[in-house]
């Protein structure tokens, strides 16, 4: 089949090299000529395991492009994916401009029946918004060509979108066409083998399924995090009370881990368009909205904990940081935990070492030039010169460090674990302070 892809970002690049790895044409389509350069060039733009060498593949079989040529692309496809980002505006909805303005563009150049699928992720009613731009632009030409929106939600997890694109837990299709229905089914055929993963259902319940699954996500972390904030206060282990309750099968054992709350492109944004999805018909967001707070307040956590270890004056200290992606495998920095932490850091007058085994690329660009602000070249140099360690990524990389060597670099024997990855025990019997979230704290001097 051929398929053109607007938006090459995470879930557009992957998708597109992951259709043309099962043997489809794909075309990707990017504003970003930047971006599409570097792809040209065999660069990936983005870290992501296992992307570069599908890509590649893809790229070497003829099966893969990038383009900035909107018309190219769509003449002849059978198949419109609409990949390209939905933002927050300034009062949490989705911006739909880039959405709406790929359907524009569809609308201008689209020559024969096509389906046009809706991967991003946009609020429910968004499947007609398109269809009417699309119709729109059609009728500014003067012409009348059929085609199909299907709302077709990613559920991608980055870090293993790879895995995820090729081996989907389900295949939403939101439509009420069956001849779209069975262009996609003939479309996801190699990835729907095993048994049939494709669950078809109108496009409003398939663009709220999407909302769905990220605000009872976003809503497992954040009840984890508060009851965290509760063991902390009441002498308990939140270790132990989430291997308690994940074995009960009716909770799983999934997103239950507390940390230094979610971040990301995706929860932060989502659960703040369901609110306002939600306010503009009159619901009221009780649960999201408590979501939404306590994420907030979890961001200050850590940070709560080296001030109080430091008598409230980190005016000069410096601090090692591992981690800046919002999670381990991806080089992804939106709405990071990190970021909060390090703003929150330096108004207190202090300085960061950091290392990330991803996201030095990205980070060096967000804070280009700040003068508190060191990226080094391993976990061991960020703690050259540093009063104290804090781990907010919990990168494989930084699960087994040389507790020694940590004690025996930093000027004060202390971390601050934003993600629980360490045995609080082993780490006292080196001699160093330890500080989790919802663990008894570790005060040895
Ligand atoms: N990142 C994830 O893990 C993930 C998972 C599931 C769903 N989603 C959703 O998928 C969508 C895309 O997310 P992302 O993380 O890939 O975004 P991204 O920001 O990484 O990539 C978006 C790309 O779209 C391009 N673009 C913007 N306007 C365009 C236009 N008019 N024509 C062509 N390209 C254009 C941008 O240049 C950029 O390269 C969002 O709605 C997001 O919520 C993301």
Redesign the pocket.
């Known amino acids: 089949m051929k398929i053109s892809v ?7 690049l992957v998708q597109g090299a992951v259709l043309a790895d099962a043997g489809h044409l794909v075309v990707c ?4 000529e930047r ?1 599409l350069e570097e792809l040209r060039n065999g660069f990936i733009p983005i870290y992501e395991p296992g992307l570069e060498s599908i890509v590649r593949n893809a790229v070497g079989q003829g099966l893969l492009s990038f383009t900035s040529n909107a018309s190219e692309a769509i003449n002849g496809s059978e198949v419109i994916f609409i ?4 933002p927050p505006d300034e009062d949490g909805s989705a911006d739909l401009s ?1 959405v709406l ?2 359907a524009q563009t569809i609308g201008s150049y689209i020559s024969a029946y096509a389906v046009i699928v809706d ?3 946009v609020p429910v009613g968004t499947a007609d918004q398109v269809s009417e731009t699309i119709n729109n632009s059609l009728k500014t030409r003067g012409v009348a060509i059929e085609f199909d929106v299907v709302a077709n939600p ?5 870090g293993d979108a790879v895995m995820d694109c090729q081996r989907p837990a389900r295949i939403i299709l939101g439509t009420n066409s069956t001849r779209a229905e069975s262009l996609m089914r003939e479309l996801y055929e190699p990835f729907n083998r095993n048994h049939d993963k494709i669950i078809v259902m109108t496009p409003r319940s398939a663009e709220l399924t999407k909302y769905a699954a990220n605000c009872m996500l976003a809503t497992r972390i954040s009840l984890m995090n508060e009851i965290a904030i509760a063991a902390d206060a009441l002498g308990a282990d939140i270790d132990s009370v989430r291997q308690g309750i994940g074995s009960d099968p009716r909770i799983g054992t999934h997103f239950l881990y507390a940390g230094t709350g979610y971040g990301g ?2 929860f932060p944004k989502d659960v703040s368009a369901m609110i306002n999805t939600s306010q503009k018909h009159g619901i009221q967001p009780y649960i999201l909205e408590a979501v939404e707070a306590r994420n907030r307040a979890q961001k200050r956590v850590l940070f709560d904990k080296v001030m109080k270890y430091f008598d409230n004056n980190i005016k000069d200290k410096t601090f090692a940081l591992w981690g800046l992606s919002f999670k381990p495998n991806t080089d992804d920095m939106r709405d990071a935990p990190s970021r909060v932490l390090m703003e929150l850091l330096w108004q207190g007058g202090a300085k960061i070492r950091a290392f990330d085994p991803a996201a030095m690329k990205v980070a060096g660009e967000i804070y280009a030039g700040h003068q508190g602000f060191k990226l080094c070249d391993s976990s061991e140099s960020a703690l050259s010169g540093a009063d104290a360690l804090i781990v907010m990524t919990e990168w494989k990389q930084f699960k087994t460090p040389d507790f020694n060597l940590i004690k025996r670099i930093l000027n004060y024997p202390v971390i601050f674990d934003g993600r629980n990855i360490y045995n609080p025990e082993k780490v006292k019997s080196i001699g160093i302070n330890y500080f989790g979230i919802g663990r008894q704290s570790i005060f040895i001097s």
């Open positions: 607007f938006g090459t970002g995470y879930v557009g389509v990017d504003i970003n971006k990949a390209v980002g939905t880039h303005s790929v991967k991003s992720t990613e559920f991608l997890k980055e492109s995706c």
